[in-house]
C-alpha cells in the first residue's frame, strides 16, 4: 500500500536525495511541477523525488501528491528511464470548484546493471557479495540468520532479514535476477516455485548439481509449472567454462554470469514518451484529483 505512514517520507531535499539514490545505485522518478491552470499547492518548480520505497520533500500534499506518487511507482515497474509529461485534472474539495489542471514532468533514472535477489548467506554469497558490491548490481541479500550477515554492508546491497525468505519474493524488483542459494534444499524449492510462479524476472539462477535440478523439474512439473516456465530455472548456476566448487570459484563464475547479463542487456536509449506512458496516463488519471488551495496542510502521508 502506497502512503499508508509516515514510514519512507523523508524531509531531505530532493537534490540530496538525487545524489544519494544515484550513489546506491538505486531507481527513482524526480517529479517536478512545470505548470497549472487553477489553483494548486505548488508553485512551478517544485520537485518531489519516489523511490519504490521512499519519498523525498514534496509537491504538497493531498491527493494531487498522492496521484503523482502512483505514476512515479508505476513507472518505475517499467524498468526504464524515461520521461512523460503528465497532466492531472483538479477537481472539487471542500465544496469548491478549482477546475484546472496540474502539468507535472516524471523523469524516471534506472542506473545501468540489474537488481539481484540473493537467497541464503552462506559460504558461496559470502564470497559473492564482495564482488557484486563493485560491480553496477544493486542486492537484496535475504537470509533467516541475521547473524551471518557481515557488517558493515556494501552501498549497494541490502540486507534482509526475514523468518521465511519466500515471503520476500512477492517484493521482489521487476527485472530482477532472483540467485537461490540456501541451506536448505526443501527452501531452495519452495523459493523456486514461488519466484517461477511470480513470473517477472529476468533469471533464476540455483546452486546445485544436475541431479537437483533434475529433481526440481520433475517436482514443478507435477505442480503444474509448464515447460517455458522452467526454462527460466538455470541450475547449476554459473559460467559452464568457468568450473571448480570452491565458494570462490562458484562465485567467480556466477558473478561473470551476471557481468555477461547485463552487458548483453545494455542498450542506451534516449529517454522518451511513448505507448507505456500513454497508457499509464490513461489508466491512472480517468478521474479529477481532490485539491484544494490548501492542499499542502493535507499531506497522504
Not at 508553485?43 to 501528491?65: C, N, Q, R, W
Not at 523456486?192 to 546445485?208: D, R
Not at 567467480?252 to 548483453?264: C, R
Request: charged residues 15%; proline residues 5%; aromatic residues 4%.
Amino acid at each position: 500500500m502506497i502512503n499508508s505512514s509516515t514510514a519512507g517520507f523523508h524531509a531531505a531535499s530532493w537534490s540530496d536525495a538525487v545524489a544519494d539514490l544515484t550513489r546506491r545505485g538505486e531507481a527513482f522518478v524526480l517529479a517536478t511541477v512545470l505548470g497549472s491552470a487553477g489553483s494548486t499547492p505548488r508553485a512551478a518548480g517544485t520537485k518531489m523525488v519516489v523511490s519504490a520505497t521512499d519519498i523525498y520533500a514534496t509537491v504538497g500534499g493531498g491527493h494531487l501528491e498522492l496521484k503523482i506518487i502512483e505514476a512515479a511507482r508505476a513507472a518505475l515497474l517499467t524498468g526504464q528511464s524515461e520521461q512523460a509529461l503528465v497532466q492531472f485534472p483538479l477537481g472539487a474539495s471542500l465544496g469548491q470548484c478549482c477546475g484546472g489542471s496540474v502539468s507535472v514532468l516524471l523523469e524516471t533514472l534506472v542506473p545501468d546493471g540489474i537488481m539481484v535477489d540473493l537467497y541464503g548467506a552462506g559460504h558461496v554469497a559470502q564470497a559473492l557479495v564482495p564482488l557484486l558490491a563493485q560491480l553496477p548490481v544493486r542486492v537484496r541479500w535475504i537470509d533467516s540468520r541475521a547473524a551471518l550477515f557481515p557488517a558493515p554492508m556494501p552501498a549497494n546491497v541490502q540486507a534482509l532479514v526475514d523468518e521465511d525468505p519466500v515471503e520476500q519474493v512477492r517484493h521482489a524488483p521487476a527485472n530482477s535476477v532472483s540467485l537461490v542459494m540456501t541451506h536448505n534444499h526443501a527452501l531452495d524449492y519452495r523459493l523456486c516455485s514461488a519466484i517461477l510462479k511470480q513470473g517477472t524476472g529476468l533469471m533464476l539462477g540455483v546452486i546445485g548439481s544436475a541431479t537437483k535440478a533434475e529433481r526440481f523439474r520433475l517436482r514443478l512439473a507435477h505442480q503444474g509449472f509448464s515447460a517455458e516456465q522452467m526454462a527460466r530455472l538455470q541450475c547449476p548456476i554459473g559460467l559452464a567454462q568457468v568450473s571448480g566448487k570452491l565458494p570462490m570459484e562458484v562465485a567467480v563464475s556466477v558473478a561473470g554470469q551476471l557481468i555477461e547479463l547485463y552487458q548483453s542487456r545494455h542498450s542506451p536509449t534516449p529517454m522518451r514518451q511513448g505507448v507505456q506512458w500513454r497508457q499509464l496516463k490513461d489508466t491512472l488519471i480517468q478521474s479529477p484529483v481532490i485539491v484544494s488551495a490548501d492542499a499542502e496542510e493535507t499531506s497522504p502521508r
